[in-house]
C-alpha cells in the first residue's frame, strides 16, 4: 500500500470509531481535499478506493478532471465562489459546498446545462460570525434556503461551515453544534436536507460526534501542499 492508501485507511477507522462513540449508524462520507495536489495524487488515492474529491479553484479543477477522465470522481466545489467562475462551477462539478448569497445561487442555477443533473449545493453559514469568513448569519438563512429551493437546476442539500479553529474538543463541538442545531430547524420547517459539511483534518471527530455527513480533510492524506499559481 502507498502512504496516500495507508492514509485513507486509517481515516477511515478513524471515521468508523468516532460514529461508534457518537452511536450513530448512517453514512459519513470522506471528502478528500486536494487542491494545489498534483493529479498524481489524486489518481493514487483514486486507486485506493477515494472517489469524492473537494476542490477550491476552478481552473485547476478543470485541468485535473481532463487529465483523470477515466476516473469515476465525484467532484465538489468547496471554496469561494467568484461571479466570473460560477458559468464554469457550474458546467464541470456534481456539489457546491459554499453558496452564500443569492446572486450566486441565481447564476449557478442559470449556467447549469439541462444535460446534466440538477447541481447539488450547500449554503455555506458563518457559524462563528467572524468578519473574515464567508457565509450567511443565521438569521438570513431560511430566507435564501427558500429561494434555492426554488431554483429548478440547483438540489439544495445541506449546510455547509468552517468554523473558527480550536484545538478544544469542547469549543469545537460547541461550534458545529450550532450548525447542526440550524440545519434541524431548516429539517423542522420543511426542508428536505441530508447533508451536513462540517469537520477538517484537526475536528472531524468533534463534527461527527455533532452530525457531520460529510468530512473534508486534505493535508492529513495527501500531507502538505505544494505552492500554486493563483487561478
Not at 449556467?111 to 450547500?122: F, K, T, Y
Not at 478544544?168 to 423542522?188: C, E, N, S
Request: net charge neutral; aromatic share 6%.
Amino acid at each position: 500500500m502507498t502512504i496516500i492508501a495507508d492514509s485513507l485507511q486509517a481515516i477511515q477507522a478513524n471515521i468508523h470509531q468516532a460514529k461508534l462513540a457518537a452511536k450513530r449508524d448512517d453514512e459519513v462520507k470522506l471528502l478528500a481535499v486536494s487542491k494545489a495536489q498534483p493529479p498524481e495524487k489524486l489518481r493514487e488515492a483514486y486507486l485506493a478506493g477515494q472517489r469524492a474529491f473537494g476542490e477550491n479553484y476552478v481552473q485547476e479543477a478543470i485541468s485535473k478532471q481532463v487529465q483523470l477522465t477515466d476516473c469515476a470522481i465525484e467532484w465538489h466545489f468547496i471554496g469561494p465562489i467568484q461571479s466570473n467562475k460560477t458559468q464554469l462551477i457550474a458546467q464541470h462539478f456534481d456539489w457546491v459546498h459554499s453558496v452564500d448569497r443569492l446572486k450566486i445561487a441565481a447564476r449557478l442555477n442559470e449556467a447549469r446545462p439541462p444535460s446534466l443533473a440538477p447541481l447539488n449545493v450547500c449554503i455555506q453559514i458563518n457559524s462563528s460570525e467572524e468578519a473574515s469568513k464567508s457565509g450567511v448569519d443565521t438569521a438570513s438563512l431560511a430566507i435564501l434556503a427558500k429561494e434555492i429551493s426554488a431554483m429548478p437546476r440547483l438540489k439544495l442539500r445541506g449546510l455547509m461551515a468552517i468554523p473558527a479553529p480550536s484545538k478544544d474538543l469542547t469549543k469545537q463541538r460547541a461550534q458545529f453544534k450550532i450548525v447542526g442545531d440550524a440545519f434541524m430547524q431548516l429539517q423542522q420547517q420543511g426542508f428536505e436536507l441530508d447533508t451536513l459539511s462540517i469537520g477538517m483534518s484537526d475536528d472531524y471527530v468533534a463534527a461527527i460526534h455533532e452530525g457531520a455527513t460529510i468530512v473534508r480533510i486534505g493535508s492529513t492524506i495527501f500531507g502538505a501542499r505544494p505552492s500554486r499559481q493563483n487561478n
